[in-house]
């Protein structure tokens, strides 16, 4: 187990700034996601600590040893990639000895950590099969396994999932959370999929365009995103937006009126809000209801209702709402296309930001226990 810490981490390629000023505290057997959209620069962080990358500026420290300069054998970690990078013509058993071989293990001593590791994953029945001999999943555990062996410091993981198909990716999601709790290491990992750095992580790193804009745990990152951004990437389906302007502001919160004349009140501390401010409500589709003829939300069109079983999502527009709204609804419920719908939320389900994405404080009591 060791602690990660990145102190004004910074990555250029020529002229070009990847990633700015990157601060990061991992602490000892915690399991970090780094997530983002494509390309905003989380393989680059991952390969910068695993010593594949030169860091341009900044220091990286591992258990308070500060290892810029140390070759990747040399930091105590180990990488898995997203292709596996399996040798073909060697066994699963070989594959996993691999590295230790390399290292001078002896015999037994290599033995016990192959056997280990390949019970830890349940792949101890297939130790004598060649990678093509292999389903995804199960190649999948071998990388892993081949980096259980090396009993690193850290794991680095690179978007291990992406190659599978969609139920196999939730299996082996649960398989990693179950590695975590029986290994206890220091993981990290990387993926663009909000749900598996949700379900997976003590604490989320969300990356856009090569800046950190937020750290925290998934409970934070849903309740009190820091900014526009995070809260339409943390979420599925994501946040509905709607723009207006601050109509008043009591202690209870912001009256915020769209050009429609309707209004919406958030409770949120005002902070520096003024009236005739330009705000953007922010609304999860889980938390947008039909509000019938209640005196807040705003009216929308119904586009179409998509069913999930379970649940179902009526899609609608409206004019404050550039990009649509979308609003959980009952999964039986009916809604002709063209409909006009009243929608709204309680006052303490609404995020409010300010013209610069920046999110408002919220008042609730679910934001303040979030760690
Ligand atoms: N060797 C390189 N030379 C120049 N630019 C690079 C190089 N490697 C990466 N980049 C750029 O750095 C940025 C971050 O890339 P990176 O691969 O870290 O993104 P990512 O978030 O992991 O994306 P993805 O999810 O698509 O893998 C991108 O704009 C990419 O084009």
Do not use: W
């Not at 997530?35 to 594949?52: D, E, F, H, N, Q």
């Not at 950190?212 to 946040?239: C, D, T, W």
């Not at 915020?256 to 401010?277: H, I, L, N, S």
């Amino acid at each position: 187990m060791a602690s990660v810490t990145l102190r004004n981490v910074a990555k250029r390629y020529d002229e070009t700034e990847v990633l700015r000023n990157v601060n990061l505290d991992i602490n000892d057997g915690e399991f970090v996601v780094f997530v983002g959209p494509s390309g905003c620069g989380k393989t680059t962080l991952m390969r910068m600590i695993a010593g594949l990358e030169d860091i341009s500026a900044g220091d990286l420290n591992i258990d308070g040893s500060r290892m810029n300069d140390v070759p990747p054998a040399k930091r105590g970690i180990a990488m898995v990639f997203q292709s596996y990078a399996l040798y073909p013509h060697m066994t699963l058993y070989d594959n996993m000895a691999f590295g230790l071989k390399l290292a001078g293990a002896k015999k037994p001593e290599i033995d016990a950590a192959v056997k280990n590791a390949a019970k830890i994953l349940h792949i101890d029945h297939l130790l004598d099969r060649k990678p093509k001999q292999l389903s995804g999943g199960q190649r999948q555990r071998v990388a892993i396994g081949r980096a259980i062996t090396r009993k690193p410091k850290v794991f680095l993981f690179d978007e291990p999932l992406s190659n599978l198909d969609a139920a196999l990716r939730v299996k082996m999601r649960l398989e990693f959370a179950r590695l975590h709790d029986e290994l206890k290491t220091t993981m990290i990992y990387v993926t663009h999929d909000q749900v598996e750095a949700m379900t997976l992580a003590d604490k989320i790193v969300v990356l856009s365009a090569g800046n950190v804009e937020q750290v925290g745990s998934p409970n934070r990152l849903y309740h009190a995103p820091a900014n526009r951004f995070v809260a339409g990437f943390i979420g599925s389906p994501k946040m509905n937006f709607l723009g207006g302007v601050v109509d008043s502001v009591t202690t209870d919160g912001v009256l915020v009126r769209f050009e429609t004349g309707e209004t919406q009140r958030v409770a949120v501390e005002p902070g520096k809000a003024k009236v005739g401010d330009n705000v953007t409500v922010g609304i999860r589709p889980e938390h947008l209801h039909i509000v019938g003829t209640a005196d807040y939300g705003i009216a929308a069109r119904t586009m179409t209702v998509e069913s999930l079983g379970d649940a179902a999502y009526l899609y609608a527009e409206s004019s404050v709402a550039p990009d649509g709204l979308i609003a959980r609804i009952p999964p039986l419920d009916h809604h002709d296309k063209g409909t006009t719908l009243k929608l709204g939320a309680t006052p303490d389900h609404c995020h409010l930001f300010d013209s610069d994405g920046r999110a408002f404080e919220r008042k609730i009591v679910e934001v303040r226990s979030a760690a």
